[in-house]
């Protein structure tokens, strides 16, 4: 007898429960493009990205590798959202043109703010918690041409002072949840339920709430 319970699917997307970034990056005319994305994961001093090959992201950065990685928090939901539907490439992609549409403006389509970075010149998203510049070190092509794998290096990190633990260079990780992706839903993240052997923020954070 079997105790298998699973089943074979083929789920449109593999969305699996992953953080919603906010990428500004430099346009031709020196405007900015805001783009939601949500295929995003760090490895040390490392963002790896998932772009789709056609979006003006991707052709922003393979002229000016220079970009912000604004980390969204549950509570924006609704603003990315708005982004969702937009693109900055003009004219807009035969194969986008179904569900996408041209916004030059998106910071004010989207109720975000703009603030001036301190390395690169694209400019951080002031309502995130955490703003990463970066500068791409590697723009790889994949899925057949569908994506760009985009490696970027961290330069500088800028987070909300209340959610780093005082005195310490540490995210509380009590107190900041980024914005998930959950097949093509929006969570924030659930409570605590252990912390890994290698936490730098257990003692404090339990001594402190």
């Known amino acids: 007898?079997?105790?298998?319970?699973?089943?074979?699917?083929?789920?449109?997307?593999?969305?699996?429960?992953?953080?919603?970034?906010?990428?500004?990056?430099?346009?031709?005319?020196?405007?900015?493009?805001?783009?939601?994305?949500?295929?995003a994961w760090a490895l040390g001093q490392y963002v790896v990205l998932g772009l789709g090959s056609e979006s003006q992201t991707v052709r922003n950065l393979a002229e000016r590798p220079e970009l912000v990685?604004?980390?969204?928090?549950?509570?924006?939901?609704?603003?990315?959202?708005?982004?969702?539907?937009?693109?900055?490439?003009h004219p807009v992609p035969e194969s986008k043109r179904a569900v996408y549409r041209f916004e030059p403006d998106k910071f004010a389509a989207a109720g975000l703010t703009p603030t001036d970075s301190h390395l690169v010149a694209p400019p951080r998203v002031a309502e995130c918690g955490l703003q990463l510049e970066a500068r791409v070190r590697a723009l790889t092509p994949g899925g057949g041409g569908l994506f760009f794998g985009?490696?970027?290096?961290?330069?500088?990190?800028?987070?909300?002072?209340?959610?780093?633990?005082?005195?310490?260079?540490?995210?509380?990780?009590?107190?900041?949840?980024?914005?998930?992706?959950?097949?093509?839903?929006?969570?924030?993240?659930?409570?605590?339920?252990?912390h890994g052997f290698r936490s730098e923020t257990a003692r404090r954070t339990a001594a402190a709430h």
């Open 69 to 89: 990685i604004n980390v969204a928090s549950p509570e924006l939901w609704e603003r990315v959202e708005r982004l969702a539907p937009l693109t900055g490439a």
């Open 1 to 39: 007898m079997t105790t298998d319970t699973h089943r074979v699917i083929r789920p449109s997307i593999l969305y699996f429960g992953t953080p919603v970034v906010l990428l500004t990056t430099e346009n031709d005319d020196g405007t900015t493009n805001l783009a939601p994305i949500s295929s």
């Open 150 to 194: 985009v490696e970027c290096e961290v330069l500088r990190v800028h987070a909300d002072e209340r959610i780093v633990v005082p005195g310490t260079h540490h995210i509380d990780p009590a107190l900041w949840s980024p914005l998930i992706y959950n097949f093509r839903h929006y969570h924030g993240l659930a409570p605590e339920v252990g």
